[in-house]
């Protein structure tokens, strides 16, 4: 669970508020980043973004703990909740 704390505060540091970040340990990490900032780019470049900061933030050791963490933008978000893909 530290990894959890830790990550969580990494990336409310990236993605302050409104934005949200929604992470769970299911065998490993798994989570949703939900920004505006993910408007303007394409599914690679969300990834690579939170790529950047697991690579510049995290252990090796750390990062072989995350499955998947995506970026989404708040109507994404709103409209996977309303076909119930939450």
Known sequence: M????KLKKIFEEQ???PDK???RDEDGIIGVITSKKFGAMDTMQRQDVIHDVLT???????RRQVVVIVGVTPEEECAAAANGDT
Request: proline letters at 12%.
């Open 2 to 5: 530290a990894i959890i704390r």
């Open 15 to 17: 993605f302050p508020p």
């Open 21 to 23: 970040v929604s992470l």
């Open 56 to 62: 510049n933030r995290l252990t090796d050791k750390e």
